[in-house]
């Protein structure tokens, strides 16, 4: 355990790493040690047989092969971790591929429901505001629902329509809004903010005791509007930022823009939306072209 412990502490203080992932990581190295322990196996001395038992025994509980992938990417990073700190000579996962991952499409919103959903924004109260703010910007900039609720004051450059955002790894980011996001903030900084911020905070988006707002309340807020719609859709914080990434590549932009915009470290990561798009062209040309609908 004491290695786990300190391959932890590395994350946190030499990588910079949230705590959020490193719960994960946590997690996945903690049932990986008590597999070992079950097996009467030391942490420190495996070998490739232990590592394909391991695997196996992953897939035998009905693990998908994302989550898979995950957990040996956890289990490779620690190894790594002991052969850096010269406590192993050598990683015995190194030579363990990851399995090819299930491709995983992103729900994203269509037109017709993000229409309906801004069709229903108002600004009669200060929460309303906020709210309408609230969407404004998760659509027009794709950042994450954290990044929404810790975006200061002072990241805003209202002449450049730009918002300087902090990602994973506490990487900072520039992200871009539109008129209509200008307008949204424009009326919540002269109304709504100065009736929340009640104890001089930092912070934009603020719930009615002037402190920052939580994601789970940006989650309440987006399921009250989807409600108000009519919309009999499940969606959260995360669709609308997969819509805006499919909505831009549609729209005729590159890959790696859209990477840098979202914070992806990979464009990999980013590509996933280029199936989207795919399907979207595949789905259209099977309902237009006439020898297709035959």
Do not use: W
């Not at 049932?31 to 590592?51: A, M, S």
């Not at 399995?99 to 108002?122: G, R």
């Amino acid at each position: 355990m004491k290695y786990i412990e300190k391959y932890l502490d590395y994350l946190k203080v030499v990588k910079k790493y949230s705590n959020k992932t490193i719960l994960s990581y946590y997690d996945d190295l903690i049932e990986y040690n008590e597999f070992l322990g079950n097996n009467f196996k030391n942490i420190l001395n495996i070998d490739i047989d232990i590592t394909k038992e391991y695997l196996k025994y992953l897939y035998e509980r009905g693990i998908n092969k994302n989550s898979i992938s995950r957990k040996l990417s956890s289990i490779r990073g620690f190894y790594n971790y002991l052969v850096k700190e010269e406590i192993l000579t050598s990683s015995p996962f190194n030579s363990i591929p990851n399995p090819k991952k299930d491709l995983y499409l992103p729900k994203f919103l269509n037109d017709k429901e993000l229409n309906k959903i801004f069709s229903v924004c108002s600004e009669n109260t200060p929460s309303d505001e906020r709210d309408t703010l609230i969407i404004e910007l998760l659509y027009a900039t794709g950042v994450r629902v954290s990044e929404l609720v810790n975006i200061k004051v002072k990241d805003i450059d209202r002449t450049n329509k730009s918002i300087k955002v902090l990602g994973k790894g506490d990487k900072e980011r520039i992200v871009l809004y539109n008129n209509h996001t200008s307008r949204a903030l424009d009326i919540y900084l002269n109304d709504a903010y100065h009736i929340f911020n009640k104890k001089n905070s930092e912070y934009l988006i603020l719930n009615h005791n002037g402190g920052k707002l939580s994601d789970r309340y940006v989650r309440m807020i987006i399921d009250k509007l989807v409600r108000k719609a009519n919309l009999d859709i499940k969606i959260s914080p995360h669709t609308i930022r997969h819509t805006f990434a499919t909505d831009m590549l549609e729209e005729g932009a590159d890959l790696m823009t859209v990477k840098e915009l979202l914070g992806h470290e990979s464009l990999n990561t980013t590509s996933i939306y280029t199936h989207i798009t795919n399907e979207q062209i595949k789905k259209t040309y099977n309902m237009a072209h006439p020898r297709a609908k035959k």
